[in-house]
């Protein structure tokens, strides 16, 4: 085994760096649950690659699945060439996801991130409406490149780009005064208001749980009454399931407990099932306008990853046992965060399936927290406006045992940090 000298990095990577800060070791190998660092010490994984591995590290189906692909020859990279591994997938996602859910949405593949699957859907959206202005949510993450950070909340982040961003309007989350916003009416009223200035938007873009906005979760019947606002303004909507989906909350796509149909989706994460790069932008087949070449990109088909995504399609998603999975597993979850509310004071809990946050009045103490979980060799990441709050996104495919054994790590922390 290789090991490397970690002054490597502080010598020639951009300070830019930042989960390598969070977790100060140099890590080799991982499987299932767990990584392993140079020095062979073993860490539980409760971040799952930012919800990327959501199946886990080199899970043994999809590991032999691509060991196979390559070991054949099988095409790594073909632009968006017709190849097998695509069209495997393509036919694979439409019968295990689309039909069952009676959806029919056209599939985009945008480009290798989120971010891709965010400006493509931004872009369409002023496409098909010949409207320029977005509106976007509170403490919204929607990725780094131009667009997608336009509608990004996040200040610190905003920053980052230095220069004026696309134009979008942010509106109060739902969660934003404490859940009591019941309709849009509000909404609709600025929009008639000639004084108000503003522009009748191409787009609503909404996350059902913002994940880096600090675990904030929207109501069912929020989401159901903007969907409706939507409708009858006719302003395309767009949910970016890129953290949310594949099966994080208790169901394939995030906004299937809501009962609403989106226009226009987006997906990355974990759709290859295996960490590899792979985004979907999804849309109803009428906003199928773009002609062909309109937007291209090099990296538009991850052939390797087509595979291990269809794997992960016909083995997680043929019946619905990771979705009771993910509902048992999130209500653990949730049981241990309320034991803790109810044994300190100043934390509260929020989440939905296997995302679940535990929020600190004292926002300084979450980074504490996730500072002690990383020396007793769980890895765990602070989210929010002010880094407040301990977000867990756990492999949905991770052990009770092991879903047990790092709750009590967490527990641990929470007590030598606030007990
Ligand atoms: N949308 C959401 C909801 C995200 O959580 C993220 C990544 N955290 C992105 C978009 C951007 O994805 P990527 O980092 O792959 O570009």
């Known amino acids: 085994d290789q090991t490397v000298d970690d002054s490597v990095f502080a010598q020639h990577e951009s300070e830019v760096r930042s989960y390598c800060r969070s977790w100060p070791t140099v890590f080799t190998r991982a499987s299932g649950s767990w990584l392993t660092d140079q020095s062979g010490r073993q860490y539980l994984d409760f971040f799952a690659g930012a919800g990327s591995l959501n199946y886990g590290h080199n899970h043994p189906v999809m590991k ?7 070991s054949e020859d099988g095409i790594t990279h073909g632009l968006d060439m017709a190849t097998v591994a695509k069209g495997r997938f393509i036919e694979t996602f439409a019968e295990k996801i689309l039909v069952p859910r009676g959806l029919d949405y056209k599939i985009q593949f945008p480009g290798p991130t989120g971010t891709n699957a965010v400006e493509a859907a931004l872009k369409l959206a002023r496409k098909v409406t010949g409207r320029e202005s977005i509106i976007s949510f509170t403490n919204a993450f929607h990725g780094m490149t131009l667009g997608s950070l336009s509608v990004t909340g996040n200040s610190m982040k905003r920053a980052g780009a230095g220069i004026p961003l696309v134009h979008a309007t942010p509106m109060p989350f ?17 929009l008639d208001d000639s004084g108000s200035g503003l522009n009748r938007p191409a787009a609503v873009i909404v996350e059902t749980v913002q994940g880096e906005g600090g675990v904030n979760v929207a109501r069912a019947e929020w989401l159901r009454a903007l969907s409706e606002l939507c409708q009858r303004r006719d302003i395309l909507l767009i949910v970016d399931d890129v953290q949310m989906g594949c099966g994080r909350t208790g169901e394939f796509f995030s906004f299937e407990a809501a009962g609403i149909t989106p226009d226009i989706v987006t997906l990355s994460k974990s759709i290859s099932g295996y960490g590899l790069p792979l985004a979907l932008t999804l849309f109803k087949s009428d906003l199928d306008v773009w002609t062909p070449g309109e937007h291209n990109g090099t990296f538009r088909g991850n052939n390797p990853a087509f595979v291990t995504a269809t794997r992960t399609l016909e083995h997680f998603w043929s019946d619905d046992s990771l979705t009771r999975d993910v509902h048992a597993k999130g209500q653990a979850i949730h049981d241990a965060f309320t034991g803790l509310c109810e044994t300190y004071d100043g934390i ?9 946050g535990l929020v600190f009045d004292e926002p300084t103490a979450a980074g504490k927290v996730c500072a002690s979980a990383f020396g007793a060799g769980l890895l765990a990441e602070t989210s929010g406006p002010s880094d407040e709050v301990v977000k867990l996104l756990p492999p949905l495919t991770i052990s009770h045992d092991d879903l047990d054994r790092g709750l009590a790590i967490l527990a641990d922390s929470v007590k030598e940090v606030i007990g």
């Open 64 to 70: 032999s699945a691509l060991l196979d692909y390559i």
């Open 174 to 190: 739902d969660n934003y005064f404490g859940g009591v916003v019941e309709d849009f009416a509000w909404f609709e009223r600025v």
């Open 348 to 356: 509260s809990t929020r989440g939905r399936g296997m995302v679940q």
